[in-house]
């Protein structure tokens, strides 16, 4: 049992404010880990765990600019593979250029509306689309000269979902090689809470009507096909209306968290998932205090759970998925 996916919280806050996620009302704790605790994690990881994917995010990880650099630069001379999350809004062309040189692997960029106000609204910031659309732009520019992924990450959600068609087009327009979607979640930045997950299915269906949503679905469908890089497995299309029809529990599990995932969070708390929590488990220790090998090792009983868990937060693109049969 080796891990494959690896995450770090680079930082809690965000200057955006957007609708579906609270993370902007947070502050990062004193004990927030520095770029050499995550230096120092990555070096002890390597000596015992083959290559692996690392995901860097927040909050708005360009917050702490240098400290993601000094991460991107450690973890690729170590042989990972690295993928950052953000909003676009803190890139400018010689930073991008900069995480590129230092070996970032996968830039992955939000975008949930081709429409201007509507992205702008529901990102609680005014110059959100500008700045998704820009970032993309930087990245483009520099395909000559790095390798790497240009990736988007959108909500699917009923501001997004009735327009999915043309943001897909722009998407592709902006030269993206794969997009991602997210189904809309539980309010990130808060505890997983089922009459949330209810209250949010309610308004989500009072405003988008379960057609509109099963529409949208069946549209990405077709525009995957058409040859648009969509990023969704076929076992992934086929749980998105049941998702919607319940996103509490799903008709059977497909989080594949506890095959491979690792999750560092700003404190440097350790866990095997985002959800720890139903399991009775808010942590399973701190990597200045444990040996992570060992904690690693030690979690037979909980992924024995993990595997047959059917929660809804299996759908979040945070989580690797089960290996399909
Ligand atoms: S979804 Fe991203 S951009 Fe929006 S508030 Fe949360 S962390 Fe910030
Ligand atoms: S579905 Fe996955 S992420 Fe959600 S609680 Fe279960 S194991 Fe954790």
């Given at each position: 049992?080796?891990?494959?996916?690896?995450?770090?919280?680079?930082?809690?806050?965000?200057?955006?404010?957007?609708?579906?996620?609270?993370?902007?009302?947070?502050?990062?704790?004193?004990?927030?880990?520095?770029?050499?605790?995550?230096?120092?994690?990555?070096?002890?990881?390597?000596?015992?765990?083959?290559?692996?994917?690392?995901?860097?995010s927040g909050g708005e990880p360009l917050r702490k600019f240098?400290?993601?650099?000094?991460?991107i630069g450690e973890a690729s001379s170590l042989g990972h593979?690295?993928?950052?999350?953000?909003?676009?809004?803190?890139?400018?062309?010689?930073?991008?250029?900069?995480?590129?040189?230092?070996?970032?692997?996968?830039?992955?960029?939000?975008?949930?509306?081709?429409?201007?106000?509507?992205?702008?609204?529901?990102?609680?910031?005014?110059?959100?689309?500008?700045?998704?659309?820009?970032?993309?732009?930087?990245?483009?520019?520099?395909?000559?000269?790095?390798?790497?992924?240009?990736?988007?990450?959108?909500?699917?959600?009923?501001?997004?979902?009735?327009?999915?068609?043309?943001?897909?087009?722009?998407?592709?327009?902006?030269?993206?090689?794969?997009?991602?979607?997210?189904?809309?979640?539980?309010?990130?930045?808060?505890?997983?809470?089922?009459?949330?997950?209810?209250?949010?299915?309610?308004?989500?269906?009072?405003?988008?009507?379960?057609?509109?949503?099963?529409?949208?679905?069946h549209k990405l469908h077709k525009l995957q096909n058409q040859?648009?890089?969509?990023?969704?497995?076929?076992?992934?299309?086929?749980?998105?209306?049941?998702?919607?029809?319940?996103?509490?529990?799903?008709?059977?599990?497909?989080?594949?968290?506890?095959?491979?995932?690792?999750?560092?969070?700003?404190?440097?708390?350790?866990?095997?998932?985002?959800?720890?929590?139903?399991?009775?488990?808010?942590?399973?220790?701190?990597?200045?205090?444990?040996?992570?090998?060992?904690?690693?090792?030690?979690?037979?009983?909980?992924?024995?759970?993990?595997?047959?868990?059917?929660?809804?937060?299996?759908?979040?693109?945070?989580?690797?998925?089960?290996?399909?049969?």
């Amino acid at each position: 049992m080796t891990i494959r996916h690896l995450s770090f919280s680079i930082t809690l806050e965000c200057h955006y404010q957007c609708t579906h996620c609270d993370m902007w009302r947070l502050k990062d704790p004193l004990d927030a880990l520095t770029a050499n605790d995550h230096i120092d994690l990555l070096r002890d990881i390597s000596q015992w765990n083959p290559p692996l994917h690392l995901n860097l995010s927040g909050g708005e990880p360009l917050r702490k600019f240098q400290h993601v650099l000094d991460v991107i630069g450690e973890a690729s001379s170590l042989g990972h593979d690295v993928s950052l999350n953000t909003n676009g809004s803190l890139l400018t062309p010689s930073r991008a250029e900069q995480l590129l040189k230092a070996g970032l692997g996968t830039i992955v960029i939000s975008l949930d509306s081709p429409h201007e106000i509507q992205q702008n609204k529901t990102r609680g910031y005014k110059h959100a689309f500008r700045s998704a659309v820009d970032a993309f732009l930087m990245f483009v520019e520099l395909k000559n000269n790095y390798q790497f992924q240009l990736y988007s990450l959108s909500i699917i959600a009923e501001w997004s979902i009735a327009n999915i068609g043309e943001l897909v087009k722009l998407l592709s327009s902006l030269n993206v090689d794969g997009m991602l979607f997210q189904v809309l979640q539980p309010n990130f930045g808060n505890p997983y809470n089922a009459t949330q997950v209810l209250q949010l299915l309610d308004d989500f269906q009072s405003i988008a009507p379960k057609q509109t949503i099963l529409n949208g679905v069946h549209k990405l469908h077709k525009l995957q096909n058409q040859g648009y890089p969509v990023l969704i497995t076929p076992e992934e299309f086929e749980f998105l209306p049941h998702y919607f029809n319940n996103p509490y529990i799903l008709p059977e599990p497909i989080c594949g968290a506890a095959e491979g995932t690792l999750v560092v969070d700003v404190s440097g708390n350790l866990q095997l998932c985002y959800n720890m929590s139903v399991f009775g488990h808010n942590d399973l220790g701190n990597i200045r205090f444990v040996d992570v090998r060992e904690i690693w090792y030690a979690q037979n009983e909980l992924r024995h759970r993990m595997k047959s868990c059917k929660l809804g937060c299996g759908m979040n693109q945070c989580n690797i998925r089960k290996e399909w049969d």
